[in-house]
């Protein structure tokens, strides 16, 4: 696309430093996506972008621009002091201006302090796309080419620590800890991004977290985990910036952690109304207990009384006393059974226990209920 610039064929005779801009308008479509069409937005950041360099640009400059696509492609050539300033006030002037708009702006630069040719522009341009890659990957408005990002300078790395926090990721997601999890994700792309780092190394980077996550869901698979895993990994791999990446996964977590909730507290609500089931058709059998619940439901005796009472707010044994104590005063009141019989009747083996956790709940004691409704 470079050499469609007509200012190459004067490059050969003139020796001089050059620079190629790389304005991405892929997102300035949207710019004012409610306030007007997608194509005009587009033309009118074009029609500010070229009359802006224009303005710029001095005339001891060379300068010649092309719009491909969805990329505004400026080609400068003439001393690297004239360019250096043109650049400068771009930055400084163009940048702000376009930000403004509230449009996605980035842009790459790269520029050749040698000499130019025709021959050096593909590198060249090569270069700016790179620049204009790593400002997408970084959520960066403007980036000139660093050689050092394709160079093999490598930021050394503490394997050690990135190994423990990936496993303890890994692990989290493991054990349907989502929340966990996302207290691990700062620390686990502060080890693997960082400013200046080769083009290269962050894209595997980014796959390899996307691939990390994606190991981890497909393990939870078979825990019949409500997740769809192509869905999730397709949200990660749509992430342009590392931010986006960031956040993308976090939410992904935070969803998880969400849904798991509410499917726990729905096998909460259902093993509940189990319990209650349970007590109401076994409350006359003195071995009804906190331990025969316990085996029914395949629970140990804390953990089913520690849920009961989370959900219920009341204690299992207190709860299996209300209902006997509930049956037992109403066959009190029929007046057709001794105090003794009834206690036989809802489960108590001893009439002294029965009469003390009556009196507990109801205030009076079984024979005064007797009494009342004989005198009523």
Avoid at 93 to 102: C, F, H, K, R
Avoid at 110 to 132: F, G, M, N, V, W
């Amino acid at each position: 696309m470079i050499q469609t610039i007509p200012i190459i064929k004067d490059l050969d005779a003139q020796k001089n430093p050059a620079a190629i801009l790389i304005l991405d308008l892929k997102d300035c479509g949207q710019l004012f996506h409610e306030q007007g069409d997608s194509d005009e937005n587009l033309s009118l950041i074009r029609f500010i972008t070229a009359n802006v360099m224009e303005e710029l640009i001095p005339d001891c400059l060379q300068y010649k621009s092309i719009v491909d696509n969805n990329l505004f492609i400026a080609l400068f050539h003439g001393s690297s002091h004239s360019i250096s300033a043109a650049l400068d006030s771009l930055k400084q002037t163009l940048l702000p201006l376009l930000v403004s708009y509230n449009a996605g702006i980035r842009i790459g630069v790269s520029r050749q302090l040698a000499d130019a040719s025709a021959a050096s522009l593909p590198a060249i341009y090569k270069e700016a796309c790179e620049a204009l890659e790593y400002c997408r990957i970084y959520n960066l408005n403007w980036a000139c080419y660093d050689v050092r990002w394709s160079s093999g300078h490598h930021f050394a790395k503490d394997y050690q620590l990135l190994t423990g926090i990936t496993y303890k990721f890994q692990n989290a997601i493991a054990a349907s800890e989502f929340s966990r999890a996302i207290e691990y994700i700062d620390q686990l792309f502060l080890l693997h991004f960082y400013q200046g780092q080769p083009l290269s190394d962050a894209r595997l980077n980014m796959y390899s977290i996307i691939s990390l996550f994606r190991s981890c869901l497909m393990k939870l698979d078979d825990k019949n985990f409500p997740v769809s895993v192509e869905t999730q990994t397709e949200a990660l791999l749509n992430c342009i910036t590392i931010e986006e990446l960031k956040e993308t996964l976090r939410s992904n977590l935070q969803q998880l952690s969400e849904r798991l909730e509410e499917q726990a507290q729905t096998q909460n609500n259902r093993l509940i109304r189990q319990i209650y089931d349970y007590i109401d058709q076994n409350y006359q059998y003195y071995d009804l207990s906190v331990n025969s619940i316990s085996v029914t439901f395949q629970m140990s005796p804390a953990a089913v009384s520690k849920l009961f009472k989370r959900e219920t707010n009341t204690g299992l044994l207190d709860y299996i006393n209300q209902v006997r104590v509930r049956h037992a005063r109403e066959l009190l009141s029929t007046q057709a059974y001794s105090v003794s019989q009834v206690t036989e009747m809802v489960g108590y083996t001893n009439t002294s226990s029965f009469i003390r956790i009556f009196k507990k709940y109801e205030g009076i004691s079984p024979g005064m209920v007797k009494q009342n409704t004989y005198n009523s």
